[in-house]
């Protein structure tokens, strides 16, 4: 019975709605303005899937063009890696904008990834941008509070609520009705949305991952919907006239979308301290120091490997080892430096990590930035996917860099003077055989790993919401 | 006339009123403090670039003073865009692009665009800065204090009686908002007034620029405000034209436009410029010396003595002369690169003069030199910088010149200040002229009451 006349209550509502010229107009820019957003998102994706295509494949052609040489100068010529963009990219542009899209990969040392858009960008960008994910997440729930706001208070005021309570209608049935007649109406604007966006999809090349991904992007986006609405007719089922509910809820918006992430960010930063890159650098060179110079076969701290190799290969001069002694010295270098850096970058992700888990846990009084997080995973725009990146390109360096040490180990014989000697040079075919850098995307398991907050937090919104509903007969008043 | 202070009283004896009042100080004040702690780490960030560029520089010519050329491979200096403390007030893109920049004098292009390690998320999110607060919270209490200002008095019954009493009723009305504004312009000079003390902001034309476009955007909102109450519309009418207007003008609006302005001028040059300069210096290794050698004299005539000692595989001539290749190689780029960003800046002041809000933003950024045009302007500095330090430096390595004898003490932190232009017609005028439109709209509007 409750059911039954819930669900008359929400055709009342969207009847409601779809009567009043305003509100079309505003579903219609609101449809317009999404897939606008849309398009615009995937053209800028296809742009940049091209560039990073178009010059990938220019670093290519070059190292492979690379001449006979001394593998060293191949690992200081280096590689470039270029950051792709996930298929859902269009649909949010999460910090991508903000996160560099390319690495200079060498021997030695680990550069930062450049060329941000932000970077190249005036301060128009920090107003936001446009992308489908920004209109979904502040803009309409911003329209569903002002759709909501009087669906309670006005009837209160009118008088009607005492009416229908004496019809036996019952507070549950009302609030879900009502609850449910706006969250329908907010899926008009969601539904097309969605529809588009899979079109959009369709054209570049999906995948079952992708399209998993995507559909659970939208049912996040329905659920976020779904606690808004009911925000919406519990705070109006509350206010004692419209007015004061419509102030509540613009209040309640402005708190949640625009203030606390700003607040919660300045205490991330404040409790979790990052250092700056200059601190960062000097901390890691003063490791390396200590490891010693692993160019310079005397050094020191590579006494104690000479030694110990010449012993075993029993010879009295690095020159008589039967592989080049230099290029041991540097892999064992290269190693020493990579697994330095790795735990101090590794720490400093942690740092991020921890701060952004102060954004995380907001959710739990901020429902916005459990979309925002979960959305920004899904669609691969977020620090775990950049990170992500980041780590495979480290990764790919290091074994450009042990492959190209290991061809000097095993072809280079101790007896040239440099890399620019004759029989220092390795035939081009090898360049060739190492693979090309390839930017593998993360999978649908480990976003659920790396949001299990955020999705905690969207259920226990839920949850939370459904109490007032329970103890509606105590809390709200009906006139 | 005592109806003004009737009025005043009026206004003053709401609760909701002083409660904005006090909340809209309260994040100003916030947002002082995050500016301030924004200065301060920058300071510290000097002091730590300082304090490593003496320790570097100690370090290797201590244990690499038999060559100058390999002891220029490791040795960094360090170029500070100096801030000024109105970017507390203004963080702009200072939280993107780094303010201070550590290069070797080799391959510049390879170091250029290297980044501060940054919380991207933080990024994403913003700062609370003075800036954002004038420009995203005062206009919703200035809305919240005029939406009704006129309607209210309708749908109370007061107008029946003011237009009964008075023949000019709307002046009423122009008080009531006229009142408002004075109290929230007096809010915003009181913070402006903390600010530059708490900041120590000097007292100058920047400043009075900064304060007087602050003032002029308060001042447009309360015209946006008049304007829309004066189509005496309801109130409910009025709250949502209002908030309408202003989800336009802080997010929807300068969203768009920046898609526009990144899609009319796409910077694909960055890439080309890394692959370029990268090519330019590491595939000379493989190719014969001269050619390269030729290259550099002609750029530099005056090292054209300097000769690379015949037979031999390697010399510090010609190792600089091919880390000089890499930035020869990358000019077009870069500048292409360059052009690009400075239309990127020129287009967004240009649809700022149309909207107050980005205008706003722009002007703040420009004065408080946390702008885009600033990076460029740094970037140029850098680069001069860098040639400076090549020009005093490749003499000595292609001579050989001993290590010690270089006066290492000199080799402080260099700054870079940049002077800004104050363009009192460009930063003023626009946000004026809007303004005035919407006065004067109003008031004409305003007028029409009484006929009817």
Request: aromatic share 14%; with cysteine; proline share 3%.
């Amino acid at each position: 019975m409750t059911i039954k006349y819930a669900i008359i209550i929400a055709e009342q509502v969207i009847k409601q709605f779809a009567k009043s010229k305003n509100t079309r107009l505003i579903f219609t820019f609101f449809l317009v303005f999404l897939g606008f957003a849309l398009w615009i998102g995937e053209q800028e994706r296809q742009h940049h899937q091209e560039l990073a295509t178009h010059y990938s494949q220019e670093v290519r052609q070059r190292w492979e063009a690379s001449p006979d040489k001394h593998p060293h100068r191949m690992a200081h010529y280096g590689y470039v890696a270029f950051r792709q963009k996930f298929p859902l990219s269009f649909f949010d542009f999460g910090m991508d904008a903000y996160t560099g899209k390319s690495v200079f990969l060498e021997a030695h040392k680990q550069n930062t990834v450049n060329f941000s858009e932000a970077g190249h960008s005036s301060s128009l960008l920090r107003f936001g941008q446009i992308s489908a994910a920004m209109i979904l997440q502040l803009l309409v729930p911003l329209f569903l509070f002002f759709l909501g706001y009087d669906l309670i208070a006005k009837e209160k005021e009118q008088g009607i609520l005492k009416l229908l309570f004496t019809q036996g209608i019952s507070w549950q049935t009302l609030i879900l009705g009502k609850t449910l007649g706006l969250f329908l109406t907010s899926l008009f604007i969601l539904v097309p949305t969605a529809l588009f966006g899979l079109i959009l999809l369709f054209f570049n090349g999906f995948e079952v991952d992708t399209l998993s991904r995507y559909g659970l992007l939208i049912l996040v986006y329905a659920l976020y919907f779904f606690i808004i609405s009911l925000i919406a007719v519990l705070v109006s089922a509350q206010s004692q006239t419209a007015k004061s509910s419509l102030i509540k809820l613009i209040g309640c918006w402005l708190f949640l979308m625009l203030i606390l992430p700003r607040i919660a960010q300045v205490i991330g930063q404040n409790v979790y301290p990052a250092p700056s890159k200059i601190a960062f650098d000097k901390t890691v060179e003063g490791e390396l120091i200590k490891q010693g110079d692993s160019h310079n076969p005397d050094d020191p701290y590579y006494k104690a490997l000479k030694d110990s190799v010449m012993k075993a290969y029993r010879v009295d001069s690095t020159h008589k080892l039967p592989f080049n002694y230099a290029g041991l010295v540097m892999k064992e270098g290269e190693k020493l430096s990579a697994e330095t850096y790795n735990r101090h970058q590794a720490r400093l992700v942690e740092i991020y990590e921890n701060q952004q888990n102060v954004l995380r846990l907001t959710a739990f009084v901020n429902p916005f930035l459990a979309i925002k997080n979960i959305s920004m995973a899904l669609t691969g725009t977020d620090f775990q996917s950049y990170n992500h990146f980041q780590t495979q390109a480290e990764k790919f360096r290091y074994q450009l860099a042990q492959t190209m040490n290991e061809l000097q180990i095993k072809h280079i014989s101790n007896k040239v003077k440099n890399s620019a000697d004759k029989n220092a040079k390795l035939d081009r075919q090898e360049w060739r055989n190492f693979p090309d850098f390839k930017h593998h995307f993360l999978t649908i398991s480990s976003i659920f790993d790396a949001e299990k907050i955020s999705f905690a937090a969207l259920f226990f919104w839920i949850v939370l919401l459904f109490i007032p509903i329970r103890y509606a007969n105590q809390w709200f008043k009906i006139i | 006339m005592n109806v003004t202070k009737l009025l005043f009283l009026n206004f003053i004896r709401a609760k909701g009123f002083v409660i904005a009042l006090t909340v809209l100080g309260l994040a100003g004040l916030l947002s002082l403090y995050i500016g301030k702690t924004f200065i301060e780490n920058h300071q510290k960030n000097i002091q730590k670039t300082a304090q490593t560029q003496q320790e570097t520089i100690d370090r290797y010519v201590k244990f690499e003073n038999k060559e100058m050329g390999l002891l220029l491979y490791y040795l960094k200096f360090g170029l500070v865009n100096e801030m000024p403390n109105l970017a507390g007030l203004s963080i702009g893109q200072r939280d993107i692009n780094p303010s201070t920049m550590s290069v070797t004098i080799r391959n510049l292009e390879e170091q250029k665009y290297n980044t501060e390690l940054h919380n991207p998320m933080y990024q994403l999110l913003g700062n609370l800065d003075f800036s954002f607060v004038l420009i995203y919270f005062f206009p919703l209490v200035i809305i919240a204090f005029c939406f009704n200002a006129l309607s209210e008095e309708k749908e109370s019954g007061i107008w029946k009686l003011l237009c009964s009493q008075t023949d000019k009723p709307f002046l009423v009305i122009v008080q009531k908002i006229i009142i408002r504004w004075v109290i929230v312009e007096i809010l915003l000079v009181m913070l402006l007034f903390i600010a530059q003390i708490y900041l120590q902001i000097p007292f100058d034309f920047v400043w009075i620029t900064f304060c007087l476009v602050a003032i002029l955007y308060v001042l447009f909102w309360f015209a946006l405000c008049t304007w829309i109450v004066s189509f005496q519309k309801n109130s409910n009418q009025n709250a949502l034209l209002l908030l309408i207007c202003w989800v336009l003008l802080t997010i929807v609006l300068p969203a768009t436009a920046n898609a526009f302005v990144t899609n009319t001028y796409p910077t694909q040059e960055a890439f080309e410029t890394l692959i370029e300069s990268r090519d330019g210096y590491h595939k000379k290794w493989d190719l014969p010396k001269e050619p390269t050698l030729q290259k550099f004299k002609a750029h530099y005539p005056q090292f054209a003595d300097f000769q690379h000692p015949e037979n031999k595989d390697f010399s510090w001539l010609w190792y600089y002369a091919m880390q000089q290749m890499g930035d020869d190689d990358a000019q077009n780029a870069v500048k292409q690169f360059k052009n690009k960003l400075a239309y990127r800046e020129q287009l967004s002041k240009t649809i700022g003069y149309f909207l107050p809000t980005i205008h706003t933003q722009l002007v703040f950024n420009q004065l408080a030199q946390s702008d885009l045009a600033n990076q460029l302007k740094f970037w140029e500095a850098l680069e001069q910088f860098h040639e400076k330090k090549r020009l005093h430096f490749y003499p000595k390595i292609f001579s050989d010149a001993p290590v010690l004898q270089e006066n290492w003490q000199q080799w402080k932190l260099t700054f870079f200040e940049s002077q800004i232009p104050i363009n009192w017609i460009g930063s003023i005028l626009p946000i004026l002229l809007i303004t005035m439109a919407f006065l004067m709209w109003a008031m004409f509007q305003l007028r029409k009451i009484i006929v009817e």
